[in-house]
Structure formats: C-alpha cells, structure tokens
C-alpha cells in the first residue's frame, strides 16, 4: 500500500442549493396501483411488448451513467427501476458511447426509449414524452469573481459553455441569441471550461453541478443565478409509434411517491433542506424603485443561503454523513495552530475496513455501502466530542486528535477496533478494523505525521489486521 499524505489546500466553496423542495412540490400526485389501469391492464396487455430496449446517456453522473460492469447507475436508473417493476416491463439497456449517439440510436429506431430528458419541439418530432420523473432547478454556474446575474439580456459577448445535444442550447439560441455559445462533450468539461476561464459561465443542472464540482474539487466556482422557467422536466422518452407503451410507463411513473423520489435523490446527493423564505410581503410595498431594490436584496440573501448550502454538501460525505477530505485542510491548520499555540500534541488515527473488497465482492455494494455507513455510526458514537471523525476515501476513516498523546490515541483506536469488533453487521462474519496512530509535536513538521500514520497503517495491515500500531515519535520521519 503507496500513499502519500499531506494537507489540503481547499478553495473557499461558493455555491449552495435546495434539492429535497423541488423534488416534493414539482412529483405528481401519486396513483394507486391496486386502482388504476396500469394494475388491471397487468402483464396481460398483449399489445405491448414485454422486453423493451432503451439507451441512456452514459457519462451523466450523479443523474445516470453506465459503469465499467455495462451496468445503467445512477438517479435515473434508480427510478427507472421503480418504473419497470410496477409497469410489468423488463427494459434492455442499448450501450452507446455518448448522450449524441444515444439520440442518434433513438431516432433510428434501435432503442424504444430514452431514459431522463427534457421535452424540446425538436424532440417532440420523433418521440412521446411521460410525466416528469424529476424537477431539478438549471442554475448559472461561474467563477467567484463574476458578478450575480440579474438579467440573462445583459450577458452580451459573453461566452456560456454547454454539453452537446442538450435541450438547454436549444432554449438559449431561441431565447438569448446574444450569448456566445461553445459546445464540448460532457458536463465535466463545461464546468472544466469555467474554472479554467475558457468560458464565462455555464448553465447546468445543480445537482449535476454539485456532484462533479464535489469530485473534482473546484470549489472556486459559485452559483452567479438562476433563470427562472428553465428547470429541468425530466422525463422518459418514448417512441413516437408506441403510444401505449408511454401511457403505461407513465401509469407508472406517476405512481410514485414524493418520499420515493427524494429517497433516490438522497442515495446520490445529499443536500440540506432551506425552507423558502416567505414573500408575500412584497405585495404591500409601494414604489417600483423600493420593489426592484428589495427583490434584488431577495436574490442575493437567496444566493447566499443556496453557496452556504452547498458548500456544506461539498464538505460531507454523502453515504456516511461525515465530513470528507475536501474539508480537512481547514480544520487542519486550525488544530496544527492551536496545537502549536498551547504546547499539546496533536495525533491522528487511520482506521481501514479489513478485506471490505471481499465485502463487496461475495456480498454486493449495497451490503458493503451499510457497512461503512454502520462503522462510521460507531467511530462517532465512540469517539471524544473534541475528536474530528472524517471518511478518508474508500473504505479508510480518519480521527484528528487534538491535545491527545499517541498512548491516548492508541487506546481511542483500539477502543474503536473493539467497538466495530463487536457489532452484528448482519453478514454471519465480524468486521474488523487495522489502524495506524501517529502523533505530532510542537515542534516536528506538519506533514511528517501523516507519512507516519501510513506506514503505521501499513504495518498493521500486513503484520495480521485487526490489530493497531504506533509509530513512534522519529520513525519514518
């Protein structure tokens, strides 16, 4: 095992959403299924075809994707499932390598459905459209220094960057023929394009936007605005000549529930609920010019609240409701300074799930993902109130010690080892947890700890696991 640890030097975060409203207030009352057609037409419809063939986009995280197993993942094909299962249809997945040659196949005929898509007038010419499975809010995504966007109008010359084939390009050529539009391949790469100043801004999804400004780390880009009427509707395309086939799927998807959309939406992205500030006191106000200057104070205390909230969802690990390693850095100088202040030792603990790949491997992902979601429950419920408890990466956690001598921090661990020891996790085996300790002194370097706490780790898990080691103060330094 090769790492190389040291601090993080994590850009001040500028963007913050709410995700949980719009799911609720934007589903569609739910239909019972015992009631509705879809339950008396049941498999016994024969004009419909029992397996139908779709195609998705394949690199669209967190909403779908396809995985290096050829599996569809993802939001979309969680409610997809749903979708399947109360339709009484068995869906075939079309492989393509791209969003562009997923509606090349559709318009050809080689796949019957689209999976998670906005409604167009140009898509309205070859496919059928469902309900919307999800509402999510598009946003304007730049970087911190570009001002707030108060009206779309005024962006004259400047650049806005966007995904191929998407039905947002079609919208803003129609609506903003000023904006200098540049196309690339995949979300990434639009929001690549912001932070390296290729373009001004882009228009996406936020939680398309949160999840990969999350994985890349680009944490110098902000919500500048949001432009209202363009949320997306995302629904499932169906061919034109199928029209039966779109009733019953869409049977289906309004079937569910408010709750069962938010629990998809929560498995991928977690976000905080800001409940809406209250407006109706604008109405009583007097004076266009007292009218235009508070509901632009609305938008900026609206904006502000939203970059707070997902700054926050940046920061913690969405499966464990941890923080998570973007948010180390901080809080490391904090205690490194604080440490260096009073005199104390500061230590760290690194804690990895023993032979959790064979966890995955012989018991499923879902199985290994509620082992860690159960070990991380432990470690807090074990840990001091001045321990910091952080998910590391994969299946290593990290504690941040402060005033806590490596002896100290040796009993934390194996208190925690013990802790995990002993709890059913419902597998018919234990888990077991090796750890390294290190500790830092006023006076030694600030990364020399965590090259330390490696090799620790390291050591234990190749002398036996289950087991906790010490470096001692000087070694491998």
């Not at 009484?88 to 390598?97: D, E, H």
């Not at 005033?403 to 888990?431: C, I, M, N, W, Y």
């Amino acid at each position: 095992m090769t790492k190389v640890c040291r601090p993080w030097r994590v850009c001040s975060v500028a963007l913050g959403w709410l995700l949980c409203a719009s799911v609720l207030a934007s589903a569609p009352a739910p239909t019972s299924l015992a009631s509705s057609p879809l339950a008396a037409q049941g498999a016994a419809a024969p004009h419909l075809p029992g397996e139908v063939t779709y195609c998705v986009d394949p690199d669209w995280p967190p909403f779908e994707q396809i995985d290096a197993q050829g599996q569809h993942v993802g939001i979309a094909a969680d409610l997809l499932k749903l979708v399947a299962q109360r339709s009484g249809l068995s869906l075939t997945l079309v492989p393509t390598a791209n969003w562009e040659e997923s509606l090349a196949a559709s318009q050809a005929g080689r796949c019957q459905l689209l999976s998670f898509l906005n409604q167009s007038p140009k898509r309205d010419a070859w496919l059928l459209f469902t309900a919307p499975l999800l509402t999510d809010e598009n946003v304007f995504i730049s970087r911190e220094e570009h001002p707030f966007i108060a009206d779309p109008a005024a962006l004259q010359g400047q650049t806005l960057v966007l995904p191929k084939g998407t039905s947002v390009e079609e919208r803003l050529r129609r609506d903003f023929p000023q904006l200098k539009l540049m196309l690339v391949d995949t979300e990434a790469q639009a929001l690549a394009a912001v932070n390296e100043r290729r373009a001004d801004l882009t228009l996406r999804s936020l939680i398309v936007a949160a999840s990969t400004i999350k994985r890349e780390g680009w944490f110098n880009l902000k919500i500048a605005g949001q432009l209202p009427g363009y949320a997306n509707q995302l629904r499932i395309g169906v061919s034109k000549s199928q029209p039966e086939l779109r009733d019953r799927l869409n049977q289906a998807v309004q079937s569910i529930t408010p709750a069962e959309r938010q629990a998809v939406v929560d498995e991928h992205v977690r976000l905080n609920v800001v409940t809406a500030l209250d407006t109706r006191w604008l109405r009583a106000l007097a004076g266009v010019l007292l009218a235009v200057l508070l509901t632009s104070a609305f938008w900026i205390r609206r904006l502000r609240k939203l970059n707070l909230q997902l700054q926050q969802a940046t920061l913690t690990d969405a499966l464990t409701g941890l923080r998570n390693r973007h948010d180390f850095d901080a809080l490391y100088e904090r205690e490194l300074a604080r440490s260096r202040r009073h005199g104390m030792a500061l230590s760290v603990v690194l804690l990895d799930v023993d032979y959790f790949k064979r966890i995955n491997d012989e018991l499923g992902h879902p199985v290994g993902d509620r082992v860690l979601q159960e070990t991380a429950g432990l470690l807090k419920q074990c840990a001091r109130t001045i321990d910091h408890v952080i998910r590391w990466g994969g299946e290593e956690f990290l504690l941040l010690c402060p005033d806590t001598s490596a002896e100290q921090a040796k009993s934390l661990a194996e208190r925690l080892a013990q802790a995990v020891r002993q709890h059913d996790f419902g597998l018919g085996r234990p888990v077991t947890l090796s750890a390294g300790v290190a500790s830092l002194a006023p006076q030694d370097a600030p990364g020399g700890m965590f090259k330390q706490v490696d090799a620790a780790l390291y050591r234990a898990k190749n002398t036996g696991r289950d087991r906790v080691v010490v470096c001692q103060h000087g070694e491998y330094a």
